[in-house]
């Protein structure tokens, strides 16, 4: 029984961190990656499910780049007031923007998510049109950030506690693991 509580717990410690992971992107401008996480919004769970997505993108008003998708996402607008450098932002229901200036706007979009360091955007995208790669970060797999041979996975429990014969997430059924690195951090996957 203290082995099931165990996992709970263990469960309950990763759950933001996992979530955060698993909406990360890489955002490839010319030879620069960006990393951006993508909002946890009906917004950005569509954007994120369309993913890989290379779009040429239109320059406008000199801070930002917009592109038409040939579908409409979900929208929730509002005005955030200040725009921020590496602001991915849904305008209307089908043109993505991302935006490499800072500055006041009143316009009204639908968050997608941003860069986590625009660092140097603006010279990245360029004074004209630009095309932008928008892919589920290459550093994710299942959940588990691949970072160096400690975060390796040394062991899978299934949600009753009990040890998965199989380290390899990509061969497990659907359901809910515990997944213990060699580094001793554990992760929660729902598969």
Do not use: W
């Not at 995208?125 to 996975?153: C, L, P």
């Not at 997944?179 to 729902?190: F, L, M, P, Y």
């Amino acid at each position: 029984m203290k082995r099931i509580f165990t996992i709970i717990a263990m469960l309950f410690a990763v759950m933001a961190q996992i979530n955060a992971e698993e909406m990360k992107i890489d955002v490839t401008i010319g030879n620069k990656v960006y990393t951006a996480t993508i909002s946890d919004t009906e917004t950005g769970h569509a954007f994120y499910n369309m993913l890989p997505l290379t779009l040429n993108m239109t320059e406008l008003n000199g801070n930002e780049k917009y592109c038409y998708l040939d579908t409409s996402l979900p929208t929730a607008t509002y005005s955030p007031g200040t725009i921020n450098a590496g602001d991915i932002m849904l305008y209307g229901s089908s043109c993505v923007v991302l935006f490499y200036e800072t500055f006041s706007s009143s316009y009204s979009y639908s968050r997608i998510g941003a860069l986590d360091n625009p660092a140097g955007i603006a010279q990245a995208v360029g004074s004209g049109n630009v095309t932008i790669k928008f892919d589920k970060a290459s550093s994710v797999v299942t959940g588990i950030r691949v970072v160096d041979d400690d975060s390796r996975v040394v062991a899978v429990y299934d949600i009753k506690g009990n040890v998965v014969s199989s380290t390899d997430l990509s061969q497990l059924p659907h359901g809910i693991y515990i997944v213990k690195q060699r580094n001793g951090k554990t992760k929660k996957i729902i598969k």
